[in-house]
């Protein structure tokens, strides 16, 4: 019997830190490049990532569903969300969100440090009428608002993107560009 109790709490000390939810602070404190501050709320439990960038009008909430493969990024100077699917290639997993923001921290990384890896999308005009097939968490940020999904776009075809660009760099890891003409208002 106590082995068993042993045993059980043996294993609940390793296994709840990667069942935990977390979050990570990022603050830029003399706000170059105007990136504001950032948070990024994890929850294992869903496989979801949700990231805040505090700036003012210039603020955006970005979710990284990693169940539906999707992200959405809710951006609240063009009171739009634009969806798109995550590139497992560059958007790093889950349980490493954490790892890479302390060693982005520690080798100094954040604004003015060596550039995040990017990810160009040239959004797509016609808006969304059905959010359920991108996961409950996007549902859920983006339901009453104009949303938008978005095309990755590679090499040359970088060249054909028309209308406005906007970037979004998530933790000075991944810096995604949204392009488009429904981003111009």
């Known amino acids: 019997m106590q082995l068993t109790i042993f045993f059980a709490g043996f ?3 390793f296994l709840a ?3 935990a939810d977390y979050n990570i602070n990022i603050s830029n404190d003399n706000n170059r490049a105007g990136s504001g501050q950032q948070s990024v709320s994890v929850n294992n439990e869903h496989n979801v990532a949700n990231v805040d960038n505090n700036n003012g009008w210039d603020s955006w909430n970005s979710v990284w569903d990693y169940n539906s493969g999707f992200a959405a990024t809710r951006l609240f100077a ?3 969300c634009i969806v798109h699917r995550m590139n497992k290639d560059v958007v790093p997993p889950i349980h490493a969100l954490d790892a890479l923001v302390k060693e982005s921290k520690l080798q100094g990384k954040g604004p003015g440090g060596p550039p995040p890896r990017s990810l160009t999308y040239s959004v ?3 808006q969304v009428t059905d959010l359920s097939k991108y996961g409950k ?4 940020m983006c339901k009453n608002v104009p949303t938008y999904t978005a095309q990755e776009t590679q090499g040359a075809s ?6 406005t660009c906007l970037n979004i760099n998530a933790l000075w890891i991944v810096n995604i560009s949204l392009c488009g003409s429904t981003l111009e208002n």
Do not use: H, Q
């Open 158 to 163: 970088l060249f054909f993107s028309s209308g």
């Open 17 to 19: 830190p990667a069942l």
């Open 137 to 140: 968490a996007i549902t859920t």
């Open 78 to 80: 063009k009171k739009v």
């Open 11 to 13: 294993c609940g000390l």
């Open 124 to 126: 797509n005009p016609n």
